[in-house]
């Protein structure tokens, strides 16, 4: 049962990493701006769709191929987070190196590119401007504890998703079994 499980885990994460980090080459190759609201729900409900199906999968691969069909809360969500987590590490250090390595004028561009307009909106409201230079200046500056902080939320969030996915997804009787069965 380990290596199933660990041959679902390592294949679903690095699928859900490769349609992540692709995404993420893509809205750089369009140069889209990901600091605008629209791209911001845009990426999220992409990333969020892209790691639920990959979690699924991966418990429903597992849970039909062990012997009882059956898999318990806890196997379900460590499978969960593990693909979540190491698909998200994967885009999240493929994003890191984009930016800070690759091609760092491409996000100074875009963040100003939205400082701008916010500033037209809020007709440079001072307590607004600083957040958002506050916040230029983090993604410039690249330190440990913006790092730290990322990791502790990627865990903090993979933690709480995988827990929901885990709950949904270890039920043995679903709409895919009754399909088949039919």
Do not use: C
């Not at 930016?99 to 007709?123: G, I, L, P, S």
């Not at 903090?156 to 997804?169: D, Q």
């Amino acid at each position: 049962m380990k290596e199933i499980i660990k041959n679902s885990i390592v294949k679903n994460g690095l699928y859900a990493a490769g349609i992540l980090v692709g995404y993420t080459l893509l809205v750089y190759l369009l140069e889209m701006n990901m600091f605008s609201p629209v791209q911001g729900l845009l990426s999220l409900l992409i990333s969020l769709g892209t790691l639920l199906t990959f979690a699924f999968l991966a418990i429903s691969t597992v849970r039909k191929q062990v012997e009882t069909h059956r898999i318990t809360f806890l196997n379900a969500w460590l499978i969960s987070s593990l693909v979540i987590f190491i698909a998200s590490f994967i885009s999240n250090v493929v994003s890191l190196l984009l930016m800070h390595v690759v091609d760092n004028a491409y996000y100074v561009a875009k963040y100003k590119e939205m400082m701008f307009k916010v500033a037209e909106q809020t007709d440079n409201n001072p307590d607004v401007m600083k957040r958002l230079q506050d916040g230029f200046n983090n993604i410039q500056n690249f330190e440990i504890s913006s790092l730290v902080t990322t990791l502790v939320t990627l865990f903090v969030s993979t933690a709480i998703l995988s827990a929901i996915t885990a709950l949904i997804a270890k039920k043995k009787d679903r709409i895919e079994d009754n399909i088949n069965a039919i």
